[in-house]
């Protein structure tokens, strides 16, 4: 089964998943495919996808991992936005390829994005 996975912290307190969205980009065409936790997940263009949670975070703390794939040429990476200030409720990522600034399409099949405070 699945069940919520919980890590006793030093303070005694938890951390857990919070939120999680499985989504999809393909050129200009935006799927939601699952989403667990957020009130709303936007395609904002070039690569950039915003996030609300449904409910606000203790603090601008929180972890968020992601993933992509495609099988393709596509970029999968996903990274925060530098030039967006994350919230408690709100964060923006976006799609690139390696360290190397190279630009291109940021169009993998599935991506997974989990937030755990």
Not at 15 to 43: H, M, P, Q, Y
Not at 61 to 80: H, K, M, P, W
């Amino acid at each position: 089964g699945s069940k919520d996975i919980t890590i006793d912290t030093v303070d005694g307190g938890t951390i857990g998943e919070k939120a999680i969205a499985i989504i999809r980009l393909n050129g200009s065409t935006f799927d939601l495919v699952k989403s667990r936790g957020f009130a709303s997940v936007e395609n904002k263009g070039g690569g950039q996808i915003e996030f609300t949670l449904s409910e606000g975070a203790p603090d601008t703390d929180y972890g968020i991992v992601c993933t992509g794939t495609s099988n393709r040429a596509d970029a999968v990476s996903l990274q925060e936005r530098e030039d967006f200030a994350r919230t408690n409720t709100k964060f923006r990522l976006m799609g690139a390829f390696g360290g190397d600034n190279t630009q291109g399409a940021y169009t993998p099949q599935i991506c997974t994005v989990v937030v755990y405070y």
